[in-house]
């Protein structure tokens, strides 16, 4: 049996899968498939100061080899969170990280001192780079703005930080570079593609805002790019994500640089995505007699 643990700061993942944000709810509905407990962590969806409605529907869209989302960050904000989900979250037995949303720096501050108070929350993800609602991106798309935004929740979260960053960006090297500095102790990316589906019978956009989130395989080539170069631009752990629909897949991202990855539209295909995906990893190590996951690291 191979060696499936690697390292995230301080998380230990007892393998190198996790569930992408916004993907997998908040693992709950995702029991009467699998257990759980056996991925290396679950990413919940976002979690907001104040309760948010999302975007008007229609707010998915499916475009040739993946799909588009205007959900607008839909939550019932940190209240919510902490009475209703986080006991459910108590019971999984596994790494939970909090992706975490705001309007401003004072929200994203008050909602990840909060969240450093709760026990079986492991890690947080900042969400800096949601392409689907009106200031999601203003943090993730400015260098100076990204620093700072870091530096300020550093100040009151001493468990993994992670950004999660946006690919809708010049130069992903800069902004990793930035947030590094920021006092981030892990980067994930990327996030969603901004882009737009047309119907052209009725001459309208298919979703309500227009454009939107471009997710699953039709990303993958740019999320292994930028993969690649923002672990080369840091020295922190890099988390990959973008169309990652099996074990494969996942070996590609840790080829490039990543430490671990995070499975996400996948799962609305195939629920079982993810723990295949765990299994697809052994397989591949197992074929190629080595030993420990750690060395696909950066092997390229
Ligand atoms: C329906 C949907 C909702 C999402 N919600 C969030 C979210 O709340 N926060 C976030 O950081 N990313 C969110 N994402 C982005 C995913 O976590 C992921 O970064 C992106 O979809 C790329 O990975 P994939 O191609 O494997 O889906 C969402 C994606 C989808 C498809």
């Known amino acids: 049996m191979p060696n499936l643990e690697v390292n995230i700061h301080n998380l230990i993942l007892k393998n190198p899968v996790m569930t992408a944000s916004g993907t ?4 709950q509905d ?3 498939f ?19 409605q999302g975007n008007f529907y229609p707010r998915m869209a499916e475009t040739t080899s993946g799909m588009l989302n205007a959900v607008g960050l839909q939550n019932k904000g940190i209240d919510n969170f902490e009475s209703v989900i986080y006991p ?44 689907n609602v009106k200031d999601g991106m203003a943090f993730g798309t400015s260098c100076p703005s990204a620093t700072a935004l870091t530096i300020a929740v550093r100040k009151v979260y001493h468990k993994t930080l992670i950004v999660k960053l946006s690919p809708n960006v010049t130069s992903i090297a800069e902004i990793a570079k930035a947030v590094e500095d920021g006092g981030a102790d892990a980067l ?9 589906a047309i119907d052209a019978e009725k001459r309208k956009t298919v979703l309500s805002t227009a454009m939107g989130g471009l997710s699953g395989p039709a990303i993958k080539p740019v999320a292994l790019r930028m993969v690649y170069q923002a672990s080369r631009a840091v020295s922190i752990p890099v988390i990959g994500i973008g169309g990652i629909m099996n074990g494969i ?47 696909l690291i950066g092997m390229l």
Do not use: W
């Open 188 to 196: 994930s990316l990327i996030n969603t593609l901004l882009g737009m």
């Open 30 to 32: 995702f029991g009467d």
């Open 249 to 295: 897949d996942a070996v590609e991202f840790l080829l490039a640089g990543a430490s671990a990855v995070q499975v996400g539209t996948a799962n609305f295909i195939n629920p079982n995505a993810a723990l295949e995906t765990i299994t697809g990893i052994e397989d591949y190590l197992n074929r190629h007699s080595i030993n420990d996951v750690n060395e």
């Open 88 to 131: 459910e979250l108590k019971k999984i037995n596994t790494n939970i990280i909090i992706n975490v949303a705001g309007h401003t720096v004072e929200d994203y501050v008050y909602v990840c001192e909060r969240l450093n108070q709760l026990d079986h929350v492991h890690a947080i993800e900042l969400n800096i780079s949601c392409p």
């Open 34 to 52: 699998y257990d759980v407990s056996k991925l290396g962590g679950i990413v919940t969806k976002a979690v907001s100061k104040e309760p948010r």
């Open 24 to 27: 997998f709810g908040y693992g």
